[in-house]
């Protein structure tokens, strides 16, 4: 038996976080986890360091995220976590679990769990989960459904160039065992809010261009997102519309979540983005990566800027 799947059977409790600002690949695979280990009859939560994001509120049984009902756990599983940091106060947690598993597909690393499943290639945690659980002919139409959901999400629907056939392949399988493809695609991609919105349209408007127009920036400040009533962990997804601009190599986005700290994201076509994450501490994939950098804003931006020139030449 798979080692992990031993170490969920041996556990009384179990923990399963996610990351900080949790997406649609960490939740669809917590929640998916959680699925499999209620079904082996186990006491199971599972949370982030954030709360839900009211974008994820449709996500079956999302009531129960961060719902922490023990001090202490026997398995503690870390899904979409590129680094231990990203389980933030959860650390105790995993300190004191008897078992650790760790289950991610970030460059960089091996896993921080006694037993991990890292893999760069994949797609996202999802895919890795499926692959786990496949075998064990559990996968029900609300497993598949989450699943679904990560896989989606951690693909662009299936748009970013990390949609491999084995991705298709397992969209086919989850789409087979009942996964609502319909329903999924429009709560992720066609139930925004008017204030989101409102925020995309604020931010296309201020979009930056560099590079004789190969390099886009988005520049999401504090009065952006006060003016249109959201928080820094509303912004997922408006990254994408700097890098949808043809001729654009690098799409950048930068949101000033405290003052002077800004969260950057980098999604690329042609460079590797998760070199210049690194730079400044952080990482991620060749297309799609994010790092945090503190400082005033024009200086933030030309840090950025300078960093993709020096870059070039590699
Ligand atoms: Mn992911």
Redesign the pocket.
């Known amino acids: 038996m798979n080692p992990i799947l031993e170490a969920i059977k041996k556990a009384d409790s179990i923990l399963i976080v996610g990351h900080v600002r949790p ?1 649609g ?2 939740l669809g695979s917590a929640f998916a986890l959680r699925e499999y280990c209620i079904m082996q009859g186990k006491v199971v939560d599972v949370g982030s360091p954030s709360p839900l994001p009211e974008a994820y509120s449709f996500v079956k049984h999302s009531e129960v995220f961060n719902r922490i009902t023990r001090r202490k756990y026997d398995l503690f599983i870390a899904v ?1 976590c590129g680094a231990l940091d990203r389980i933030g106060r959860f650390e105790g947690f995993y300190n004191s679990a008897k078992e650790t598993v760790w289950i991610d ?1 970030h460059r960089g690393h091996n896993g921080f769990g006694k037993y991990n499943i890292v893999d760069s290639e994949a797609s ?2 999802c895919e890795l989960v499926f692959d786990l659980l496949e075998c064990e002919k559990v996968i029900n139409k609300k497993i598949a459904t989450y699943l679904y959901m ?1 896989l989606s999400s ?1 693909t662009g629907h299936f748009m970013h160039n990390n949609t491999t056939p084995k991705v298709l392949l397992t969209a086919y399988k989850l789409a087979l065992y009942g996964a609502d493809t319909y329903g999924l695609a429009t709560e992720l991609y066609r139930s925004r809010s008017k204030q989101k919105t409102e925020l995309i349209a604020k931010c296309i408007n201020a979009m930056r261009f560099y590079n004789d127009d190969k390099v886009s920036l988005i520049c999401i400040t504090r009065e952006i997102l006060a003016e249109v009533g959201l928080e820094s962990n509303d912004t997922e997804g408006i990254i994408d519309y700097a890098i949808a601009v043809k001729g654009v190599e690098i799409g950048v986005s930068i949101c000033e979540e405290k003052s002077n700290e800004y969260k950057v994201s980098f999604r690329s076509r042609t460079r590797n983005v998760g070199d210049i994450a690194s730079i400044f501490g952080g990482g991620g994939h060749m297309y799609a990566a994010g790092c945090r950098i503190f400082g005033k804003k024009e200086d933030v931006i030309d840090k950025i800027l300078k960093a993709i020139r020096d870059t070039e030449a590699e």
């Open positions: 997406d690949d960490c979409d597909h996202s945690a990560g951690d």
